[in-house]
């Protein structure tokens, strides 16, 4: 069976201080791979998407960065943490190409910017 | 672009209680539309998946509708118990995507 895995589940974080959270999927091969961020009241933000290993698609424009060094890890990095990057982070994957496919979440890093 | 909404915002029902949560989204043009539950502090759950072609799903007392021309779909669920409790999200793929577009969810309170 297919498991994900992400950490840290929680993490504080100083202004200006870097980033880096990692995430990674079992059980599976050549995933699609997701990173989501969820900030009260405004919903679940898709932030960056990866069809294959080197291949990253950003959907909001800021300060983050993705990068896919394996077929299953997808990691979540900042250079310099700002105020508004807290809120609860996501990483996801579904099955490559099968539209129809479910989407998988992993637990969640909470992280608060202060 | 599409837009999901969800409504009611937050609902409170007594244990028991059969309810129906609502989601709206703007462009029928979709694969398919997933139902997620998200506990607090939690990662999502996928409850039921309909695919485009698709009127409804079920999965024990959730029933899932779609109906794509109005661009609307329905969670139904049966005999609500307090373990019910929740935030329960849609998400629509749209047609020529990869990726799904949220509502803001429904925040489902079951009290015993």
């Known amino acids: 069976s297919q498991t994900i895995h992400q950490w840290p589940a929680t993490l504080v974080q100083p202004v200006g201080s870097p980033l880096s959270l990692e995430c990674t999927v079992e059980g599976t091969s050549n995933p699609n791979l997701y990173w989501y961020r969820q900030a009260a009241g405004r919903g679940l933000q898709l932030l960056f998407y990866?069809?294959?290993?080197?291949?990253i698609s950003s959907e909001v424009p800021q300060n983050l960065s993705a990068s896919r060094p394996q077929d299953r890890q997808f990691i979540l990095s900042s250079k310099k943490l700002l105020l508004s990057d807290s809120g609860f982070y996501l990483c996801?994957?579904?099955?490559?190409?099968?539209?129809?496919?479910?989407?998988?979440f992993g637990s969640g890093t909470q992280l608060s910017v202060l | 672009k599409q837009e999901v909404t969800q409504i009611p915002a937050a609902l409170s029902v007594p244990e028991g209680e059969n309810l129906v949560l609502n989601c709206s989204f703007t462009d029928s043009a979709i694969y398919n539309l997933q139902w997620f539950r998200q506990d607090p502090g939690k990662g999502l759950t996928s409850l039921l998946l309909i695919q485009s072609s698709q009127r409804e799903q079920t999965s024990g007392r959730l029933n899932a509708s779609l109906d794509k021309s109005s661009g609307r779909s329905t969670l139904y669920i049966a005999a609500s118990q307090p373990g019910d409790s929740a935030t329960y999200l849609c998400a629509v793929r749209r047609s020529g995507y990869s990726t799904l577009t949220f509502g803001k969810g429904t925040m489902l309170l079951v009290s015993p």
């Open positions: 996801a994957w579904s099955a490559l190409g099968a539209t129809n496919e479910k989407l998988f």
């Open positions: 990866s069809v294959g290993i080197g291949q």
